[in-house]
């Protein structure tokens, strides 16, 4: 029964190893291969036109539709109570549009460059799964997750040769950074 248990522990070991000597790891920076496309640059030109002509004016239309209702509210002797009743209920949510816009203005902004970079991400993933797929990877990290890792398990190169994007030179394997000068 020992030697039973002892076999059963060998063959798992066994297993385990080929199963580990088969998986390959490899890593990349999503983040980087996202940043460096040519579509990216132009985010920023039309995030300030996003602004410029949607959320101003959201914003100048806040403020003007809440002084039409507080000066309807304050014209006691010409306006309704009834109508004074409903723009009562109104006024508070503007009051509070208008005092948190900085906040609805930057998450606005922020669901608009999410909406505007995500093919981004996806152009980056189906070119990384490509990839991991000819190079027979298992697994890919995102750079991030190590400190020290091979240069050679990079796939940053690779990635950005099928997106057909050109890395700087200090992203380009084995680069060295240039050395200062002695000061004498």
């Known amino acids: 029964m020992k030697k039973l248990k002892v076999f059963a522990v ?4 066994l297993i385990a190893g080929n199963a580990m000597s088969q998986s390959k790891l490899g890593y990349v920076s999503i983040e980087t291969l996202v940043q460096l496309m040519p579509k990216y640059g132009t985010l920023d030109s039309v995030l300030q036109r996003y602004q410029a ?4 004016p959201e914003y100048s239309s806040l403020v003007e539709q809440y002084n039409f209702n507080d000066s309807l509210y304050r014209d006691s002797l010409h306006t309704p109570p009834s109508v004074r009743l409903e723009i009562s209920k109104k006024l508070p949510s503007l009051i509070y549009q208008i005092q948190n816009w900085q906040q609805i203005q930057q998450q606005a902004l922020e669901a608009k460059q999410n909406e505007l970079v995500q093919p981004l991400y996806k152009e980056v993933y189906d070119a990384l799964t490509a990839v991991a797929k000819e ?3 298992t697994h890919v990290f995102n750079r991030e997750a190590f400190l020290i890792a091979p240069d050679g398990d990079n796939l940053i190169v690779p990635v950005a040769a099928k997106l057909k994007i050109k890395l700087p030179p200090q992203l380009q394997p084995g680069y060295k ?4 000068p002695a000061i004498k």
């Open 10 to 13: 060998a063959v798992c070991l």
């Open 53 to 56: 002509d949607t959320i101003q």
């Open 135 to 137: 190079k027979g990877y």
């Open 177 to 180: 950074p240039p050395t200062a």
